[in-house]
């Protein structure tokens, strides 16, 4: 009789209570997984009503985040075009001093000392016109997978049309001619001498060559800058091209044997060049600069958007760990209390009914 009635208080009462002891053991687990996690549910499913907005806050932050590693990378090979602009920058100063030295003191050692100044810079010119970034050439616009220099400057075929304008120079050519020839030399490119065939285009059009850069929804900007472009928009020339032309004419003056009078000629000529060619030069810095700015002001804007939205996403899926801690407690506390209950129903006879 006893173990009739111990089977019936058991057998009947407890499925109930195991089956919210198991209920309270799933809740026991998911309150602990949102403690460790902090957040409600590890699945968009759990989340429940909240989960049509996690669902489209989620790819927004991936996509912000993406603009911005964009910036990233676009600044990175803006501060690396920039570097290279100031050192061009340098050759160019020092090929108007050099000018400048033989605009005052015309001798065979000057000569010899220009040109051979003007072809070192040519191979120095050669190579920063090549730098990179990573895997892109940051002076080829948006064929930054090619070279934009082919060839070596001061062996090419533009630097040996120009040494025969230059050895002329006196004999059946004037100062002014030899300018003229050697400038449209230096506009009117092959493909591949010096330049590659991208860039081997007039200065306006290299200029929209640009790099383009995707920095928002629908928003892409041009960056960066091309061997062979113009300073600025409205511009017609280049000022790499001019300066590469007049290192070129420099380093084929001890090829010539023309008179002093000649030779200044093509001096002034060439430090007039030069004038345009360094303030071709600082305008492209300045733009480069205004770009730099412009991707900082976009880098800003982008980084409170992306805080607003993980603000919004934390209110939907971030668990309330004060709230989460105290559920814990009460749900550890009632499964104990189920615990001992089991325990001592196990041990029911009749007499504990009596």
Request: proline residues 1%.
């Amino acid at each position: 009789m006893t173990g009739t009635i111990s089977s019936f208080g058991f057998g009947g009462i407890s499925s109930q209570l195991l089956l919210g002891v198991q209920n309270l053991s799933q809740s026991q687990n998911s309150l602990q997984l949102e403690a460790s996690t902090g957040v409600l549910s590890s699945s968009y499913a759990g989340l429940g009503a909240s989960r049509t907005q996690a669902l489209a806050l989620q790819p927004a932050i991936t996509q912000v985040s993406a603009w911005m590693s964009n910036i990233t990378n676009t600044q990175n090979t803006l501060t690396t075009t920039q570097t290279a602009l100031s050192q061009i920058s340098t050759i160019a100063q020092d090929l108007t001093s050099s000018l400048s030295t033989l605009g005052s003191t015309l001798t065979y050692s000057t000569v010899t000392t220009a040109a051979t100044a003007a072809q070192s810079a040519l191979t120095s010119l050669g190579n920063l016109l090549n730098t990179k970034q990573g895997d892109s050439y940051v002076f080829a616009g948006q064929q930054n997978t090619i070279a934009p220099v082919s060839t070596d400057l001061g062996t090419s075929d533009l630097a040996t049309q120009i040494e025969q304008a230059v050895s002329q120079l006196g004999s059946t050519t004037s100062a002014d001619d030899v300018l003229r020839t050697t400038e449209d030399l230096a506009s009117n490119t092959a493909a591949g001498q010096p330049f590659s065939a991208a860039v081997s285009t007039s200065p306006d059009q290299a200029y929209q060559q640009k790099m383009q850069a995707v920095v928002g929804q629908s928003e892409t900007v041009s960056v960066g800058m091309v061997a062979t472009q113009s300073a600025t928009a409205t511009s017609t020339t280049s000022p790499i091209r001019n300066l590469i032309r007049n290192l070129m004419v420099v380093a084929s003056l001890a090829s010539s044997s023309a008179s002093a009078s000649d030779y200044s000629s093509l001096i002034s000529g060439l430090q007039s060049s030069m004038e345009t060619v360094t303030s071709g030069l600082g305008d492209m810095s300045g733009l480069l600069g205004v770009q730099q700015n412009s991707l900082t002001t976009q880098t800003s804007m982008l980084s409170q958007m992306s805080s607003a939205l993980t603000t919004q996403l934390g209110q939907v899926k971030d668990a309330d760990l004060a709230q989460v801690s105290t559920q814990v407690t009460n749900t550890n506390n009632q499964l104990q209390a189920s615990y001992s209950l089991i325990a001592d129903m196990k041990g029911m006879t009749l007499a504990s009914y009596l």
